[in-house]
């Protein structure tokens, strides 16, 4: 049995365009002709590796197209088809950027897919009896035949442990909420970029990334308990609810589940509590299988054979998760145009695949070259991602709206002095605050639950990592328009930092970019 009931196409009003949004980037964009136009082709002199020429960039209207197309291709589940046709964009891109060593590796890993119509939910028996709307699957959740599984639902309030109890149910449960105020970036910050003191100490802080790891605890405790599903409450309404993928672990659990919205998880939860606890067929009809796809890897090349790192990641749920890539493709055609003899060390363009399946592109990278020398050539690795964006956040209803914000950014960084002199430097040349230089995540840490490459960095390889990242509230969600949430005169000015850091630390010794100091 399939799912009861076609998956529509998400709302125009879920896409956060809005009419006033395209007429602004228009407005902003209307000095350019209708193509973005040639793109910086003459050889740059030898003083455009110390000092970044601003003008040899590409337009805000490539990287405005970049966003639509990215936009365009939705969600993009590693290893799918439109995850993989972006990566062949992306190498299409590279070559006309200058980028002559480019080539693929292979990245195998276990893909859990569900077809639009192979999953839903349904109340079979209690108070009106019939599909219920949910607002998107849990990936890796798990699978169910074809018929789906049913049962009687259960309900697991907030702070209470899974147990026994709830075996062979299925349970409905509360998205763990978590809250932070500025004191957590300022206290442990090495470096505050904040002269309007945008985000004070109490400034509160509210993000659905902060909320994975709790998600995750719940998750492998119901599991653990013997769970049969899991039926998720999202704390928002149902025109923004729909899309969430998470987690994104990679973690193919036995417990089948789906997000509702808050308006349907009060329905089913007042019926639990009201003893009349409904009936309800959950379908998730899943594969998992072995799948293969690819990390892309290019090469400029520089005086020396160490390699400064630029990394991304190519799969992501929307426009904005990730465009790092795109950022890479602007930064490398300058690098490309650079004499050779100015670059003191080559660079590597590492965009790696498997980010929305536990990192497995990063770490299978450095385990093909953990014996061939290539990572002990690596001095130092620039990740980016998240770029331009500016802040949306949630009103009293639950509906997102602009604020007129950047976005708090976080450059994450060892505490070596040379890569916090260099970051600190990078933010105040970007100049969009709130920005934090802030010590790279460990395990325990308040901010280590930020969502990102830096975890699989750290945990992979022992290279000094560089980490640049936003975490707007909508990162996490697929089927979403990013195009007119983002501030592309920002996005230029970001592109041209991370270039100008990249090439002063390609300057710096290599035991000066290991020297760490003391927590």
Known sequence: MTQAHPRPALPHCRRLLSLAGVLAIAAGLCACASKPGPWPARALPPSAAVTVDATQFLSR????????DLDERR?????????????????????????????????????????????????????????LPSAGYIPYSGMTPPSGMTGRLAYLAPGIRPNASLAGKLVLVELPTVAWTGQAFRQSAAHVHDPQNAMGPDTPYARPFQRLEPFIALLDGLQAAGAAGVIVILDTPSRTADGLYAPHDGVARQLPGVFIDRAQGQRLREGVLAGTAPILRLTMAATVRQAQTRNLIGIIPGKSEELMVLASHTDGPNGLDDNGPNAIVDMAQYLARLPQGSLPRSVMLLLTSGHFAGGVGIEQFFKRHQDDGLTQRMAAMLAIEHLGALEVLPDSDGYLHPTGRVEPAALFSPRTPALLEASYAMLKQVNAAPAFVLPSSKPGQEHAAWFGEDPYFQSAQPVPTLHYMAQPYYLLDHGIDTTTQLDYRLMQRQILALTQMLLDLSRVPPADLRKETAP
């Open 61 to 68: 209207k490539q990287l405005l197209d970049w966003q639509v």
């Open 75 to 131: 969600l993009r589940a590693t290893g799918s088809p439109r995850h993989e046709a972006y990566i062949d964009a992306l190498r299409e891109r590279l070559a006309r950027a200058g980028v002559k060593q480019l080539g693929f590796e292979p990245v195998s890993f276990r893909q859990w897919s569900v077809q639009p119509e192979d999953w839903g939910l349904e109340v079979v028996s209690g108070d009106r009896p019939g599909v």
